[in-house]
């Protein structure tokens, strides 16, 4: 899988929005953006995923910039429980997939 | 709606011992796969398992490890004689066969505590 950038950790206010953003200068034309988190003490959870157009579901949405060297996973409205460790993979269809640190997400009541 | 399963939550061998973990991959799943995550640290990619063989293993899985589908609905990770550093958890994930970029679905794993 292609590299992807993230920050360590964000913090949150509950019921605001948040952006966490990912850079994957390296993309291939071929390459999902795939987004995964993971609670504590529980397995990933697949969030969403993408090509090249922006996506939404019923727990976030991602916007991918044009060029589709970064992608941005958006939650609507932070709640306690959105607090975990959010992974942004770039995932060739043939391939497996490769975790890297991810983004601590904090969420603050 | 439909998970992945696996068992038990919690295993704790002694040191040298062969350990079995288990998994209940989704039902129409085709494509099955093994994590680790040791505490503190990255989840780790271990193996890809397809149309009973093996499609893809990383530098960790060595000749230690052996993946099985003994029948048409559990997926099992063996390490034969376990080390003090197989102290992890490990992850269970499937996925189906039909459109590209389709995302896996994991289990909560089994947490595997050598002595």
């Known amino acids: 899988d292609a590299k992807t950038t993230q920050p360590n950790s964000m913090e949150s206010n509950e019921e605001e929005p948040v952006h966490l953003p990912c850079n994957h200068s390296t993309i291939s034309g071929t390459d999902y953006i795939h987004w995964y988190r993971q609670l504590p003490s529980q397995g990933p959870e697949y969030v969403i995923h993408?090509?090249?157009s922006n996506v939404n579901n019923r727990m976030a949405s991602l916007a991918i910039a044009e060029d589709r060297k970064s992608s941005t996973l958006i939650l609507h409205r932070a709640t306690l429980r959105d607090a975990a460790v959010y992974y942004c993979i770039l995932r060739d269809p043939n391939n497996d997939m490769r975790f890297g640190a991810g983004t601590r997400l904090t969420v603050k009541p | 709606e439909p998970e992945v399963t696996q068992t038990p939550s919690h295993q704790v061998t002694q040191m040298g011992q062969e350990v079995i973990l288990r998994c209940v991959p989704i039902s129409n799943h085709l494509y099955f796969y093994w994590y680790r995550q040791i505490l503190g640290q990255k989840v780790e990619f271990l193996v890809s398992?397809?149309?009973?063989?093996?499609?893809?293993k990383s530098e960790i899985f060595d000749d230690q490890f052996s993946v099985e589908r003994p029948d048409g609905s559990n997926f099992t990770l063996k390490i034969r004689s376990t080390k003090l550093e197989d102290s992890a958890m490990y992850f269970c994930a499937s996925r189906d066969r039909t459109g590209l970029g389709q995302p896996q679905h994991f289990g909560d794993g089994t947490r595997l505590s050598i002595l």
């Open positions: 398992f397809y149309n009973n063989e093996i499609s893809e």
């Open positions: 993408g090509l090249t």
